[in-house]
């Protein structure tokens, strides 16, 4: 009989340890992608934030210091970044003196409502530039109560928009032939005057002036000389009233000024001064001279005058009644 031999099982093989420097330099490799991987998103966000023409920013609330601002800020300011860094005084010595209040007044209000949107004002570059900007900012939601709060927001300059909306407005507003306001435009300004006027008890005079004689004038000379006309008498009105005074083109050769403040003896002080100055205007066409004269009718605000069309209806009988008088006058209703 043969006796087999029991079948043993294989002997193990051994696993012989990852030498210690092996696995470090798979760790140095590992870590070495991940700092590459690092630095190719940063390359990426720094990219990113060079090509964005709006400035972000972010600043400690409670110490006014400037923790980040973007590349566009030295662009679209002219001014140094790490000034702006060292002191936040430098962003508020760039906003224009007359929106500087609003400014800072809008911005506090991040802390009632976490988001202030749709914030216009005006910065002055180093170079003197006036410049608009769109500023919105938030507060940072924070971790740790503990933490400091922290604003951030984006100013986007928005100066061709503005430049855009301000030439669309003064060609809505404006007579394109003498540069007054038309007559939509003095009528809605004129009446909100007027409502001022009664609201605190204040005089108020409207004057009303036709150019004698103006189908002549363009019968004689042609439209082109009459358009002359019509611009310097523009020019002659804008020179004479004061400042505050609305003065526009409310027809064809008639004008109109409605002047706040004004009592009726000042009032016909300053018609009379109009009418004087644009008598002194000197005309010239083919050699020969000629001068232009207006009739002025004048109305001042009374206790019974419960609308601006009052004031302009008794102007407008004054004006004609200067007309039948003989012209080139001042005639008070």
């Known amino acids: 009989m043969v006796h087999e031999k029991p079948c043993l099982p294989d002997p193990p093989v051994a696993e012989h340890p990852r030498p210690a420097a092996a696995s470090t330099l798979l760790a140095l490799v590992h870590a070495q992608g991940e700092v590459e991987r690092l630095s190719e998103r940063e390359q990426l966000l720094s990219s990113l934030l060079v090509s964005v023409n709006a400035v972000l920013w972010a ?3 409670e110490t006014r210091r400037v923790l980040y601002v973007s590349p566009a800020y ?4 002219g001014r140094s970044a790490g ?7 430098e962003w508020r010595n760039s ?3 007359e929106d500087l209040d609003y400014a800072e007044h809008s911005l506090a209000r991040v802390l009632e ?4 949107e749709d914030r216009e004002y005006r910065i002055i570059t180093a170079d003197g530039q006036i410049r608009w900007l769109s500023d919105k900012c938030y507060i940072n939601q924070q971790a740790d109560p503990d933490e400091p709060l922290v604003v951030v927001g984006m100013a986007e300059d928005i100066t061709e928009k503005k430049q855009m909306e301000l030439e669309l407005h003064r060609l809505a507003t404006t007579d394109v032939l003498t540069q007054s306001s038309n007559r939509r435009h003095f009528f809605e300004c004129a009446n909100q005057a007027f409502d001022s006027a009664c609201a605190q008890g204040a005089p108020l005079a409207f004057l009303l002036l036709d150019i004698d004689d103006f189908k002549d004038v363009n019968d004689t000379y042609g439209h082109l000389e009459g358009d002359q006309v019509l611009r310097r008498i523009a020019e002659s009105g804008r020179s004479v ?6 003065f526009g083109r409310i027809g064809g050769e008639e004008f109109a000024a409605v002047l706040p403040g004004c009592s009726p003896e000042m009032a016909l002080q300053v018609a009379e001064r109009l009418g004087k100055e644009i008598q002194a205007l000197s ?3 083919a050699g020969q001279a000629f001068s232009v004269t207006i009739s002025q009718g004048l109305a001042s ?15 407008d009988t004054a004006m004609y009644e200067a007309k039948r008088l003989g012209k080139n006058r001042v005639v008070a209703g």
């Open 283 to 285: 005309f010239s066409y």
């Open 83 to 89: 000034l702006l860094l060292a002191d936040y005084r």
């Open 59 to 61: 600043i400690d609330w």
């Open 241 to 246: 009233l004061r400042r505050g005074d609305l």
């Open 113 to 116: 409502t976490g988001t202030v």
């Open 301 to 315: 605000l009374t206790e019974q005058d419960s609308t601006l069309d009052n004031l302009f209806a008794r102007a």
């Open 74 to 77: 030295e662009r679209i300011f």
């Open 95 to 97: 906003i224009h003196p």
